[in-house]
């Protein structure tokens, strides 16, 4: 690849040009995965918000379109969600051809700097031709803010109440909890509920939450609260956390009083799932912006900058007693296979530099994989003493930021059976036993990885060529 092209991700998302951060509007209709997401075309560093657009048949191959929504004088376009209002009770199209809704936060960049505290209101724009073009409705904002100075990103569903009856539900970030509203027409809102204050991780404000129905394995009914935070991550900066409970009447109540964290990874964030996919397949599609609030603006590509993780099917399993959330890579990952190579004890070469490792684990409490180039940069995971690490101290760039060359570590109290590893042009994303501990790390290497080695009690390990989608 040119020098220009260095990092660029083979088969994760990333905008051809400019700025991206949080993924937005994520909706399933009629056969295409909707991708939009926070972006910037003009500059490779945060900026005046737009929402960017991809479009998928199957999670991997994207296919970027030309921006959704621009900013205009009520302000930027920050994050927000998008449903498709089947019955047209917003009454923006029509029975026949029902619309998309995007609920987003509008930013006034001249009111933040005035010092006013209601300078983020939530707002709604329509589509009446699958996503491609997009009308701000009239009458916005359709929340405004009573001087709360974080006030934002809708994420909107339809709950089924107990009385049958269908209910919009707006989850939103405001400033160190979450707020419930519902309306019946996604037009006009009322608070429902409050949540957090007492509870959960608050090292920095809490952004980007989604609130997800889950069947724990013991058959019982749960919902999930994702809740993004920055800073005050397990890693330093940014990262997700969640919630597990119960959501009635607008009343979220946890079973408990854990801090649990998505991803131990440094670089999954403001991560949501998607609306409107098939009932049938009951599925929970995840995806995350792969990046870290710490030092997103300044890490080393050139023409862009970052991409989104891998997409991931969320579920609950539980850990004696304990239950914690699943993020299993997709199975439509699969599809991306092509050679398969037997590895050993022995250093192997490694095929290209977008590839994935599958070990099965022999004796759980120990081992470690090491990736490493012919210029001495390695990254290595392990498993020891209870803790996974993902350690990206010598993984190449690392002198735009202080806290990017480090050893991150998390928990893992239970075994460890199966390993999964993800390589890209500038990612490592561990998956322990189908996801039920997950790290996503950022690496800059010089020169792409080489060659990986195994340590410890790791059975044989296959290693598979991963095809350009
Ligand atoms: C999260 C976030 C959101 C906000 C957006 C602005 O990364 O700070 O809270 O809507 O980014 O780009």
Not at 169 to 175: C, E, G, P, S
Request: hydrophobic share 35%.
């Amino acid at each position: 690849p040119s020098q220009l092209e260095q990092f660029r991700p083979e088969y994760h998302f990333s905008p051809a040009k400019g700025w991206m951060n949080d993924p937005n509007g994520l909706i399933y209709i009629d056969g295409e995965y909707h991708l939009f997401f926070q972006h910037y075309p003009d500059t490779t560093v945060w900026g005046p918000m737009h929402w960017g657009h991809a479009v998928s048949k199957d999670l991997i191959n994207w296919e970027e379109l030309p921006i959704a929504i621009y900013p205009d004088s009520l302000g930027y376009i920050f994050s927000g969600s998008a449903v498709y209002d089947e019955a047209n009770s917003s009454g923006l199209g029509t029975t026949e051809n029902p619309p998309f809704v995007a609920i987003y936060t509008y930013h006034d960049m001249a009111g933040e700097k005035s010092g006013a505290g209601d300078y983020q209101k939530q707002a709604i724009a329509y589509s009446l031709d699958k996503g491609r073009t997009w009308i701000k409705f009239e009458g916005n904002p359709v929340l405004p803010n009573q001087g709360i100075k974080d006030f934002r990103d809708p994420k909107v569903s339809q709950v089924i109440q107990a009385n049958g009856q269908r209910l919009w539900v707006m989850t939103l970030a405001v400033k160190d909890r979450i707020q419930f509203y519902g309306s019946p027409n996604l037009k006009e809102w009322s608070l429902l509920g409050e949540f957090g204050q007492e509870i959960g991780a608050h090292g920095g404000v809490w952004e980007c939450p989604d609130l997800l129905p889950f069947t724990a394995p013991d058959g019982s009914q749960k919902w999930v609260l994702l809740v993004s935070i920055n800073p005050g991550g397990p890693q330093k900066g940014s990262a997700t956390q969640y919630f597990i409970g119960t959501f009635e009447n607008g009343k979220f109540t946890p079973d408990d009083t854990m801090i649990r964290w998505l991803d131990y990874g440094p670089d999954n964030y403001a991560g949501v799932t998607w609306s409107n996919l098939p009932k049938e397949q009951n599925r929970t599609l995840f995806i995350g912006w792969m990046s870290n609030w710490l030092y997103a603006q300044v890490v080393p590509t050139s023409t862009w900058r970052s991409a989104t993780t891998l997409p991931r099917e969320l579920s609950l399993f539980d850990v004696d007693g304990t239950l914690l959330l699943k993020s299993s890579p997709a199975k439509e990952l699969a599809s991306l296979r092509s050679a398969s190579f037997e590895g050993s004890h022995e250093e192997t070469n490694l095929p290209s530099q977008a590839v994935e490792i599958l070990a099965e684990v022999d004796n759980p409490e120990t081992f470690s994989i090491t990736f490493s180039n012919e210029l001495g940069e390695e990254v290595t995971v392990s498993k020891e003493m209870g803790l996974v690490s993902v350690d990206r101290s010598n993984a190449g760039k690392s002198d735009f930021h202080e806290d990017f060359a480090a050893l991150h570590s998390a928990p893992m109290s239970w075994e460890a059976k199966e390993i999964r590893i993800f390589l890209d042009g500038s990612s490592i994303e561990v998956f322990v036993n189908e996801g039920e501990l997950v790290m996503t790390s950022l690496l800059f290497p010089n020169s792409p990885w080489k060659k990986v080695k195994v340590n410890g009690d790791l059975d044989q390990i296959q290693i598979f060529q991963l095809k350009k989608p």
